[in-house]
């Protein structure tokens, strides 16, 4: 084994939590190579993520995180080390806010209790007022979220939303993968390397450890720690370590569509907007480029789940998607238009049983895992990485975090995250959303 292929760690995907944990581990002066097979960092399901800073989660622990992480996108620059870190330029942080759609018995009900205990910064607007900052937006109330082939999507409201839920400091960023080219960048200039176009075929093991891993070319990389963020493929990653049947809490990968329609005539939704989730139509939306709307699912019972084979499944936009997305979305933002040409992206979540992220050690050692991110963890990159370098230390320097769960303070905020409440082997939490909404 020559120098060059000896590390302290290897890191298994370059997205965008991928790309920080390398960063992290890199400013605490750990020797990282970081393996993708793709092209670059950011280009698989992180280029395609609506990249949304917003705290509006089902639970304490993940809104904490949350919030400490906007607080790292607030701060780019100086935390990158600097606005010319990247030959590429810095991604932007369009902080517009968040409008959170106010329904009886809606998410807001579980929210604002845990903005309060954070002294998260936080207003409730009238319907008045809501109309006032986005005009556009209709006052009914539609839930629960159907389907257009369902007689009941079509009934009128007969009753009135309450108002909004408005938290100043969100809103999102606008190239997801320049932010995590931003993140190669800042952890290249402190060391680390980053191999692309070359596939994880062996967790190498050796005295009931990870020895490092072998590449597709037959690349023999060694290091006592590997941690795995490979996103949809995470579970089959943690099947070559050996791992399968190992964790309380799984992964797999969700087929998911987002897409744009321009934003109606006379309103400059990329200037004007902001993002807003609408739980009672089960959609969310934000500006996009070209004052077009970008249009999510917010998972309803209605909208039926696809588990797919991350390396086969369709990519192509569906029609009838296509339609439930955007006239739920068109019940809210009156004149909105439904395009008879399909635009928008097919990619895949890495979705645990609760949809809550695994931040953690396993039962291998040297081998962690950050996995069951997608939908909800773009905006916790920087904290995400943080968490899990801390982790990492403390567990290779002889904690044990089965036992007694690591608590980890925010650079930002102060507060302390419970790493055991991402941990492998949790119980299914009941208090998830079971949706992006975590």
């Known amino acids: 084994m ?30 990282t190579c970081s393996v993708d097979k793709l092209p670059a960092a950011g280009y698989g399901s992180t280029s395609n993520s609506c990249a949304i800073v917003r705290f509006s989660y089902s639970t304490y622990q993940g809104v904490a995180m949350a919030y400490e992480g906007m607080h790292y996108w607030a701060d780019w620059s100086n935390y990158l080390g600097g606005p010319d870190v990247d030959e590429s330029g810095l991604v932007a942080f369009h902080q517009t806010g968040t409008i959170m759609i106010e329904a009886p018995g809606g998410h807001h009900e579980k929210v604002v209790p845990l903005l309060e205990s954070l002294n998260i910064p936080h207003e409730h607007w009238s319907v008045e007022k809501l109309q006032e900052r986005l005009p556009l937006l209709t006052d009914g109330v539609f839930g629960p979220a159907a389907r257009p082939d369902d007689d009941a999507f079509w009934v009128e409201p ?18 997801p993968q320049l932010s995590t080219h931003n993140l190669q960048r800042a952890a290249e200039a402190k060391g680390s390397t980053f191999v692309f176009n070359r596939q994880v075929v062996a967790i190498n093991q050796e005295g009931g450890r990870v020895s490092g891993v072998e590449l597709d070319d037959g690349t023999q990389i060694a290091a006592p720690v590997v941690v795995n963020v490979a996103g949809p493929h995470s579970y089959l990653v943690n099947d070559l370590a050996g791992l399968a049947g190992t964790m309380n809490i799984g992964t797999k990968a969700l087929r998911h569509e987002v897409h744009h329609v321009p934003s109606p005539e006379g309103f400059n939704f990329e200037t004007d907007g902001m993002h807003v989730s609408d739980g009672d139509s089960a959609v969310y939306f934000r500006p996009e480029t070209g004052n077009n709307i970008l249009i999510g699912s917010e998972d309803p019972e209605c909208d039926e789940k696809e588990w797919v084979d991350p390396d086969n499944y369709d990519q192509e936009i569906q029609q009838e998607q296509w339609e439930a997305q955007v006239l739920r979305c068109a019940k809210r933002v009156e004149g909105l238009g439904l395009p008879h040409e399909k635009k928008g ?30 939908g909800n963890q773009y905006k916790n990159a920087g904290v995400a990485g943080h968490c899990m370098a801390e982790l990492i230390m403390a567990v290779e320097a002889g904690h044990d975090h089965d036992a007694e769960p690591l608590k980890v303070k925010g650079r930002y905020t102060g ?24």
């Open 158 to 175: 007969t009753e009135r939303i309450i108002g909004a839920l408005y938290t100043p400091d969100s809103g999102y960023v606008s190239d």
């Open 345 to 374: 992206v097919v990619d895949l979540y890495d979705v645990s049983d609760d949809w809550i992220p695994i931040y953690d050690r396993t039962d291998l050692d040297g081998f962690y895992i950050a996995i069951g991110t997608s």
């Open 415 to 438: 507060v302390e995250m419970d790493l055991g409440f991402f941990s492998r082997n949790r119980e299914i939490n009941p208090d998830s959303s079971f949706s992006v909404n975590g």
């Open 2 to 31: 020559t120098e060059e292929n000896q590390y302290d760690a290897v890191i298994i995907g370059a997205g965008v939590i991928g790309a920080a944990v390398a960063f992290e581990l890199a400013q605490r002066g750990w020797k």
